[in-house]
């Protein structure tokens, strides 16, 4: 029998000057999470030799490349010409995801405006990328972390937590106060069981709602190898789920 599930429709939109071509790889393979990405679109000033890796890319992995002229010195027509294409996929009503490649704060408003609509928009950036530009994507992940996501064995996935408590992290970021805070938060919001747990999706799900925050940010390749790396909690596994509960 034919699968009658349908993929979504994804588009990928990338600055060439301020987003890195080593990068593409792994944001196709998130972006998987959404859909298949079928427009995939780069912008830039051919003309200049720092773009070259860009351009080689192009044919390789099926991406349409948008020609945009520096009118200006120091600026340049790259993030007008995106919003206006993002705006027109928007209008379409055909897309049902967003993918924005850049750590360039001008793309703000139009993240904002794609979620209105109701649709995800996952940004892909540094981690020097402005606050306002996360904050106003789905999930915002740090290319930087993202390459050292999935670096871990295999057998950390199914080795209890109370196992690992005094494994080292090996590359993953410090994980920030800010961040405890939310994830504390989420869980106090969160429904309950008798014992204190809650639903790691659900978790996952409030503090998702509040925050552009990603996982893989922090080099981990999912939320339950995040909530082992904080000492705040505690995960327990059943039948296949995560629960987590506060235990400082």
């Not at 990405?37 to 192009?58: E, S």
């Amino acid at each position: 029998m034919a699968d009658d599930t349908k993929a979504g429709n994804i588009a990928l939109l990338i600055d060439a000057d301020n987003a890195s071509p080593h990068a593409l790889d792994p944001v196709l393979t998130v972006l998987a999470e959404l859909g298949t990405v079928n427009i995939r679109r780069v912008y830039g000033n051919w003309r200049k030799q720092a773009l070259k890796t860009w351009a080689d890319l192009t044919l390789r992995h099926g991406i349409e490349p948008h020609q945009q002229f520096d009118l200006t010195k120091g600026k340049n027509a790259t993030d007008m010409k995106m919003t206006i294409d993002a705006m027109d996929l928007l209008y379409t009503r055909r897309v049902d995801g967003f993918g924005i490649m850049s750590s360039d704060s001008d793309f703000m408003p139009i993240a904002t405006r794609i979620r209105q609509d109701g649709l995800p928009v996952y940004g892909f950036g540094t981690s020097k990328t402005p606050e306002a530009f996360k904050q106003a994507c789905t999930r915002f992940i740090d290319v930087a972390a993202l390459g050292k996501a999935g670096e871990g064995t295999p057998a950390a996935e199914t080795t209890p937590a109370a196992t690992r408590e005094n494994e080292p992290r090996g590359k993953h970021e410090p994980i920030d106060p800010d961040l405890v805070k939310l994830l504390i938060d989420a869980y106090n919001a969160a429904k309950r069981d008798e014992r204190g747990f809650v639903s790691l999706t659900d978790l996952g799900r409030r503090a998702g709602n509040r925050s552009s925050f990603d996982a893989r940010s922090y080099g981990f390749s999912r939320l339950s190898e995040l909530i082992d790396a904080v000492p705040n909690f505690q995960a327990e596994r059943r039948d296949g789920q995560t629960f987590v509960k506060r235990v400082r």
